[in-house]
């Protein structure tokens, strides 16, 4: 355990999940010093101001004369290893410490994380409605309350369903779930981690403290996450795939059926049991359910609850439905993986709205699906000129830099005319050049849409 008291403590960020260590520390008699990369007065007044005396806020000026004489420094996980003051934190001594980590060395919960490029989000919701039929359960992590904003109320043999970032796990040390999900590994933050390789290490991170007793449940067609890529090799493997008859041990679908081989145990459930639509949708339902019946559930109770999940929210979420038209927010696809993902599963006519912060992934293959599947697309934010670029090399002119999404809107039903279709938001880029989260980005979306006189 971490010993605060008498300690200089620092937290690198204050958004949620500093706000969160702050008000983890701050009852337990630490006042941190809050280091935020912002120079204007007015705007860390306002912070000093929301923050009261709970907290000391240092502006990025004076980070640098503040941070070296710490004891132990809390990052956020937006605040990167290869930050200059970091760096000088760790030279001068100063023990660093994730939210997660710090988070997870208190948890008396039942830890059940998942990891991955997509579909993390999806499966996390899901596995935590799964779990919700055995017991008291906790969503939380990336997916949108931090782990350490919920301690205080997750009891011992409570379940929590942890979603996981690649972020996060740059500065797990002692970290161990019981039960690790991995989805699938595709180019993503490549502005952070640099390679697939780097990635692919980071994300296997998650399974490095687990011990025999402990499960992995891994994606069978992801070579990044296969069995034998685990430097640990201590707990239990077990893959999942929605192709026939593809795994000895784990889940897959043979006859319409779901078959689960857990060792000492098989079950079989319907098909149909599993409300969501794609194949993606099916490898996500694999694996939490998988996972579920790793910690007791019966086949019965996972068929009931995995009938009564029908989506979540910002991924492919119908939004409206208005005559011939419908209007899609995927404003959680914040890579072109997902992307793809989401025009997959589409068809007949459609506008799509694309851009955001680009993530500088490759773009090949989700504009081989935008030149067969998409009659035109709008373009938004500070990926508009990339994006644009790349349209013009694959030779698809049926794009329009529209800037912000009221334009985007506003432009997406006349595009359609007469015959109707489908608007699909799905940016394949972060949010964060026009807003603070994906959420943000889709409820305006909907709120955009909900406005239309259609």
């Known amino acids: 355990m971490l010993n605060w008291l008498g300690r200089k403590v620092g937290v690198y960020g204050y958004g949620k999940t500093g706000k969160a260590c702050v008000d983890y520390l701050a009852p337990r008699l630490i006042r941190p010093v809050v280091f935020v990369d912002e120079t204007d007065p007015q705007k860390l007044a306002a912070l000093q101001a929301q923050a009261g005396d709970s907290c000391q ?11 070296t004489g710490l004891d132990s420094l809390v990052l956020s996980p937006g605040v990167p290893l290869s930050n200059p003051n970091v760096i000088a934190a760790r030279e001068a001594g100063v023990q660093l410490v994730g939210e997660l980590e710090l988070a997870a060395r208190y948890c008396q919960g039942y830890i059940l994380a998942i990891t991955g490029t997509n579909g993390k989000s999806t499966t996390t919701k899901l596995l935590g409605h ?12 990336n997916i949108g309350t931090p782990l350490l904003a919920s301690l205080d109320e997750i009891e011992s043999g409570d379940y929590v369903a942890l979603e996981v970032s690649s972020f996060q796990l740059e500065t797990v040390d002692r970290f161990k ?8 590994l595709t180019p993503d933050h490549m502005d952070r981690h640099g ?29 990044w996450f296969a069995p034998e890529s685990f430097a640990n090799q201590q707990p239990t493997y077990l893959l999942y795939s929605a192709e026939q008859g593809a795994v000895a041990r784990g889940a897959w679908v043979e006859g319409g059926r ?15 049991c599993i409300k969501l639509p794609g194949v993606h949708n099916v490898e996500n339902a694999l694996a ?16 009931e609850r995995l009938s009564t999940f029908t989506g979540y929210e910002h991924r492919l979420e119908l939004c409206r439905s208005a005559g011939a038209l419908r209007f899609y927010n995927d404003s959680k696809a914040t890579n072109p993986e997902a992307t793809i993902t989401a025009l997959k599963a589409m068809s007949g006519h459609l506008v799509l709205i694309l851009g955001g912060r680009d993530k500088l992934t490759p773009l090949d293959e989700m504009l081989a ?10 373009l938004i934010g500070e990926a508009t000129e990339r994006f644009a670029a790349a349209l013009d090399a694959v030779g698809y002119n049926a794009y329009q830099r529209v800037g912000d999404m009221e334009h985007a809107v506003a432009a997406s039903t006349g595009l359609l005319g007469s015959s109707g279709g ?8 972060a949010s964060f050049d026009q807003y603070s989260s994906y959420e943000q980005r889709g409820e305006h979306f909907k709120e955009l849409v909900a406005a239309l006189s259609l």
């Open 258 to 272: 779901i078959c689960v081989n857990l060792g000492a145990e098989q079950h079989e459930l319907p098909l149909e």
């Open 195 to 223: 390679s697939m390789e780097e990635y692919a290490r980071v994300k296997r991170l998650m399974a490095q403290r687990m011990g025999s007793s402990d499960f992995v449940v891994t994606n069978a067609r992801e070579s």
């Open 288 to 303: 939490a359910l998988t996972a579920a019946m790793l910690v007791g559930a019966d086949a019965s109770t996972v068929a």
């Open 57 to 67: 806020i240092i502006g990025a000026d004076g980070i640098a004369a503040e941070i």
């Open 369 to 378: 699906l935008v030149q067969q599947k998409v009659q035109y697309v709008l």
């Open 422 to 429: 489908s608007v699909l938001l799905s940016p394949a880029c």
């Open 177 to 184: 779930p019981h039960v690790a999900i991995y989805t699938n």
């Open 130 to 141: 799964i779990l919700e039929g055995l017991g008291r359960t906790h969503v939380l992590g």
